[in-house]
């Protein structure tokens, strides 16, 4: 691996990381020396890059930091453009535009021969299910976004309905269905709600008391049956 390669999978290991990592953590990921981590990471520095810390400390990327031109592996591409392309068919219409705008901006920065890699790839995206959300969607990410409470009124599998408030911290996206995963006011425990049987949809401005992080680890502990999973599937959200 040249050195170029090194400074950029250091970046890369770096922006994956939120918090702090140590230097010795670092190092092993890269199976490089310690004095070689400190070497990189002082040259990363003196070329602009944002990366705060020190050694016994710890080092982080601030966010936001681009390292043009971009540079992919095949397949590296293949996954940025089916990916993209698949995000490009959901019914989400402002997700949709969002996955479209970011491969024309990836697309905008990359050498000649990985554009036309890009252009190219063989990759495709069948024909995506016809949308049957009541719904705005993007209201409901910028709800889990902004960790705020929303209320809306359910319709479960026999048609009963009931009003719910939930604190709504993730989104899961099936083949046929978008699944909202909240802790449930009402049920007083996590609950998936499918989009489809979801109106009336109530964006609040209060704030719920728990961190989506924190929610988010809670719920997935739960997971460790099959039957959580083909819950989360269906939405049963009772």
């Not at 719910?164 to 709600?193: N, S, Y």
Request: proline share 5%.
């Amino acid at each position: 691996m040249s050195r170029s390669e090194r400074l950029l999978d250091l970046i890369q290991i770096l922006r994956r990381h939120r918090r702090p990592v140590s230097g010795r953590t670092l190092a092993g990921e890269m199976s490089v020396s310690i004095r070689t981590l400190y070497r990189d990471i002082a040259t990363l520095q003196g070329q602009g890059a944002p990366i705060e810390g020190e050694a016994g400390l710890g080092y982080v990327l601030k966010p936001g930091f681009m390292l043009p031109p971009l540079m992919f592996t095949d397949e590296e591409i293949e996954a940025v453009v089916l990916g993209s392309r698949w995000v490009a068919k959901q019914p989400d219409k402002r997700l949709s535009a969002a996955a479209t705008d970011a491969l024309a901006k990836i697309a905008a920065v990359l050498p000649d021969d990985l554009r036309e890699d890009l252009d190219a790839t063989a990759l495709l995206v069948g024909p995506g299910a016809e949308a049957t959300e009541g719904i705005d969607l993007g209201l409901v990410r910028l709800a889990i976004r902004n960790e705020r409470k929303l209320g809306f009124l359910y319709r479960d599998g026999a048609g009963a309905q009931s009003q719910r408030m939930v604190w709504p911290f993730a989104i899961g996206f099936f083949d046929k269905v978008r699944v909202l995963v909240a802790w449930c006011e009402t049920r007083q425990d996590f609950r998936h709600f499918r989009a489809d049987r979801m109106s009336g949809l109530n964006a609040s401005d209060v704030r719920y008391p728990r961190r989506r992080q924190s929610l988010l680890k809670e719920w997935r502990a739960t997971l460790d049956t099959p039957q959580a999973g083909r819950d989360a599937s269906k939405g049963t959200g009772r």
